[in-house]
């Protein structure tokens, strides 16, 4: 079973389903369904992973280390990757992020 099935099966499907809609109305994102995680990209590259949790979902951004987040609402402490954890679906936080993470492609 990939992780895309079981996100689908998760009690957060709901809200799953509302950040990946969101995420594929935005030009040019393709979504790619791997066996252990949904990742979302453009023709610069990866923008970030998707996943269902026990507390909501995560946003993985692939270069969340490099964005401004202002509000610390990013998590993590790797060389790369920041995670945006969410038990409600907020469009404009997620649109904050994923704008920075298109604009960092481009660089």
């Known amino acids: 079973?990939?992780?895309f099935e079981k996100d689908i099966e998760s009690p957060h499907r709901?809200?799953?389903e509302l950040a990946r809609e969101h995420l594929l109305t935005l030009e040019g994102?393709?979504?790619?369904q791997k066996p252990r995680i949904t990742t979302y990209a453009n023709s610069d590259g990866g923008i970030c992973h998707?996943?269902?949790m026990p507390?909501?979902?995560d946003i993985g951004f692939l270069k969340g280390a490099r964005m401004v987040d202002e509000?610390?609402?990013l998590g993590g402490a790797g060389k790369s990757i920041r995670v945006l954890s969410l038990n409600k679906f907020e469009p404009e936080t997620v649109a904050y992020f994923v704008a920075q993470a298109v604009a960092l492609n481009r660089n």
């Open 1 to 3: 079973m990939t992780q």
């Open 29 to 32: 994102i393709v979504e790619t």
């Open 55 to 57: 507390h909501g979902i």
């Open 14 to 16: 709901g809200l799953f």
């Open 50 to 52: 998707l996943r269902t």
């Open 71 to 73: 509000k610390a609402r």
